[in-house]
């Protein structure tokens, strides 16, 4: 159940947007096995003065940042962040513009849904068999 945040500068079309947005789900599709309502995605756009570049990047940097539940081994996150910067890559962006981050929070940091507690308790089932 990952939530993705991409964040750019401002200055794409709606359609540049949605296409990178279709290039992220691709990617949690073919990289990570998840379906269309096991995670979300949130677009940012800053300012230009909000939105420090690290040089040589430029205006096309683009950074996905994705918190996702502990245990995946190293294959899993290379072949998510592969599949990404191949589709981005396919969509007109440049690959070297990309930062793909991961990080893993421990379980007892999620809550979903209705439960009380922020231990995804009736997760386990979902998270072990799936999604390893």
């Given amino acids: ?16 947007k949605q296409t990178i947005v279709g290039c992220v ?5 073919e990289g ?9 995605i949130r677009l940012l756009e800053f300012a230009p003065e909000d939105f420090y570049l690290p040089p040589p990047k430029t ?18 996150k290379e072949g998510f962040s592969a599949i990404l ?3 981005l890559a ?15 929070l421990p ?5 979903y849904a209705e439960k009380k507690s922020a231990l995804p308790r009736g997760l386990d089932w979902y998270y072990h068999t799936k999604h390893l």
């Fill in 32 to 40: 990570l096995a998840l379906e269309d309502d096991s995670y979300s």
């Fill in 1 to 16: 159940m990952p939530v993705l945040t991409v964040s750019m500068r401002r200055g794409r079309t709606p359609e540049q």
């Fill in 107 to 111: 379980l007892e940091n999620w809550g």
């Fill in 59 to 76: 205006e096309g940097y683009l950074l996905v940042e994705m918190d996702c539940f502990p245990g995946r081994d190293l294959r899993c």
């Fill in 25 to 29: 789900r691709a990617a949690l599709q």
């Fill in 90 to 104: 396919q969509a007109g962006e440049d690959p070297n513009q990309v930062l793909s981050l991961i990080r893993e």
């Fill in 85 to 87: 910067l191949e589709k």
